[in-house]
């Protein structure tokens, strides 16, 4: 029997823990980020090996003959369903495990109905009511900002971003000037985005349900103590095949597959 690895599609800090927890158990694994930033949130270790660079879903069959990948464990983004799909459907070719692991949701408020709205779709907040005469702070990700560009003349709108090129030309791109832009890499704390909140004199802040992790529950707290509004955008539904919801789970059922794939020892 020959030995497979993991693949741990990375972009969250819940996928760095689980690689290193993985990794520490001496189980294989394949982690696949973006950005070279992503790369150094890892560790060194001999069960890791880290891929940076974007995988095209037409890719993802070749890259898993080549890097011997026997189970597929997704820590990608909740609004990544681009790159989860495509990697539902190569673990369906290859028949090969996949699980997902999705960070807990923040239950969604019964008070305060008139501040924290919560939608299904970008349409639900590209009109006049949400926009027009608003100071916006926008914290949706660089890929959804030209969605705005119309706007810019009827709204004053702000963006953060991460710190990373591409990000910057997409928002200048899409007519945020630099005065209304700032990078930065989360987590961010509670003061700094109050802060930030208040020195831009927002009226509203739209966001995406990202949990715990994306600061969503901070920024609820933040728009009630303000009295600001805030629209957060529900994360898209996908039909994952196996969802695990604690990092134990997933951690779990890797250690299961690992002890029934791995290599035995050479005895000779």
């Known amino acids: 029997m020959v030995s497979k690895r993991v693949w741990v599609i990375g972009g969250t800090g819940e996928a760095v823990a689980l690689a290193t927890a993985l990794a520490a158990d001496q189980i294989p694994c394949v982690v696949t980020v973006t950005t070279a930033a992503a790369r150094r949130a890892y560790p060194e270790s001999a069960?890791?090996?880290?891929?940076?660079?974007?995988?095209?879903?037409?890719a993802m069959g070749e890259f898993i003959e080549a890097q011997g990948i026997g189970a597929v464990l997704d820590a990608s983004h909740p609004f990544a369903v681009e790159i989860s799909a495509a990697a539902i459907a190569a673990a369906a070719t290859h028949n090969l495990p996949y699980w997902r692991y999705e960070r807990p949701t923040v239950?969604?408020?019964?008070?305060?109905?008139?501040?924290?709205?919560?939608?299904?779709n970008l349409e639900a907040v590209l009109n006049r009511e949400t926009l027009a005469g608003q100071r916006v702070l926008l914290t949706l990700g660089y890929r959804w900002l030209h969605h705005f560009a119309p706007w810019q003349a009827q709204s004053t709108l702000f963006a953060r971003i991460l710190p990373s090129m591409v990000a910057l030309e997409a928002a200048l791109a899409a007519g945020f000037t630099p005065e209304r832009l700032i990078a930065l890499r989360p987590p961010i704390t509670a003061a700094l985005e109050q802060a930030l909140w208040q020195q831009w004199r927002i009226t509203r802040v739209i966001t995406k349900a990202s949990g715990t992790p994306g600061g969503e529950d901070t920024?609820?707290?933040?728009?009630?103590?303000?009295?600001?509004?805030?629209?957060?955008?529900?994360?898209?539904?996908l039909n994952y095949p196996t969802v695990c919801h604690s990092q134990p789970d997933a951690i779990a059922r890797c250690r299961t597959w690992w002890h029934q794939h791995r290599e035995p020892p050479d005895h000779t």
């Open 107 to 120: 239950p969604q408020p019964s008070a305060h109905a008139n501040l924290i709205r919560y939608v299904d």
């Open 47 to 58: 069960y890791l090996t880290v891929g940076v660079g974007a995988l095209a879903a037409g």
């Open 219 to 237: 920024k609820r707290a933040i728009a009630q103590e303000l009295g600001l509004a805030l629209t957060i955008l529900n994360r898209p539904r």
